[in-house]
């Protein structure tokens, strides 16, 4: 049990590292968002992350996110992998990029798993190998060791510690990876947005070195990348037969600033401009979306927000709502209950969304 520090009320669904219960950050002040910043510069500091995004005056401008880094010369940028040496712009480009990468048999726990591809047969005989799950064939997981944004609550957080010691890869070495009965390519991590140039990079080299077979590219992200860049990432996507998955934390500001320690705003604006595009091709579905329900913060009401911009963009867009088991600095937070996802799931039908799943159902409680 967790006491808000500033309205009292007691719950386990409060975490302790923010001491603040949802309704208290949903109100919050100037000096409760300080105390935020402070909190996650402070989770940032331990593994020698810039605890904001740079503005140096006489720093280079990055421009691949959101945070529009202005890194000074020997600095790093807010994800730990861009940086400036000696007035060049370094980290995730084709020719060197922090990440490792793993072959996953289809079909495999991908967020999309019951809407793509890979997983359901969607688009086949064009874009599946078969009418149903892809058995038999793999999905290249690929990991980027870095990230924009500073989840207290993150599940794969240990790319922190590896996100500046990590061995690089060239994106042709990445393309040489992909084996014959490699059907999918997904970029995740921490988030591919740092490292951009050289996902895109990798997937043009092996969809061209495999033209004439199936590879669909697919994407996890946070999307918080440079809007031209989410356009190119679409593009890809939508003609291998891929996706790109949206995780949509929070719809609140303060919500969204508590738990991922920055904006939501691009992501917002990134996921509204792709649902446009969804007409170029409906099947299988190009852009998914998902939240992670962390308990005492993403409730029913979050999820109708989130849900009812889904919706007026379009109701057809497959939403998934995850179980969340405690990780990182909030393990103090129970998972998520039966009770809880299934609220925010009739949340989301109420809203007008037509394709719903809970996932990570194993870890209900």
Known sequence: MATCKKCGKVSEEIAEVLSLCAE???????????ELAEIHAQSRAQFGLPARPPSA????????????????????GYCGVRRNENGRLMGGTAEAAA???????????????????????AGYPKWAHR????????????????????????????????????QTHTAAELAESVTPDTSCICFFGGDPTPQLPHALAASKLARKQNSKRILRICWETNGSMNPKLADEMMSLSLESGGCVKFDLKAMDAN???????????????????????????????????????VPGYIDAREVHAIASFITDLDPSIPYALLGFHGDFLMTDLP???????????????????????????????
């Open 24 to 34: 208290c950050i949903r109100n919050a002040d100037a000096a409760d968002l300080a």
């Open 57 to 76: 005056s006489d720093g280079i401008q990055c421009g691949l996110c959101q945070n529009k880094c202005k890194i000074p010369v020997g600095g790093r």
């Open 99 to 121: 990440l490792s990468w793993y072959y996953d048999p289809l079909p495999t726990n991908c967020v999309a798993d019951w809407v793509c591809a890979g997983g359901s047969g």
């Open 131 to 166: 009418p149903g799950p892809e058995e038999g064939f793999l999905n290249l997981a690929v990991f980027y060791q870095a990230c924009t944004f500073d989840c207290l609550f993150c599940q794969n957080w240990h790319y922190r510690e590896r996100s500046i010691t990590s």
């Open 255 to 293: 919500i969204h600033y508590a738990l991922c320690g920055v904006p939501n705003s691009r992501t917002l604006e990134n996921f509204a401009t792709l649902a446009r595009r969804i007409p170029e091709r409906p099947q299988p579905p190009p852009l998914i979306a998902s939240t992670l329900l």
């Open 335 to 365: 998972s998520t209950s039966a009770k809880h996802a299934e609220s925010c799931l009739a949340a989301a039908g109420d809203a007008g969304l037509k394709r719903l799943r809970i996932g990570n159902i194993h870890i209900l409680r």
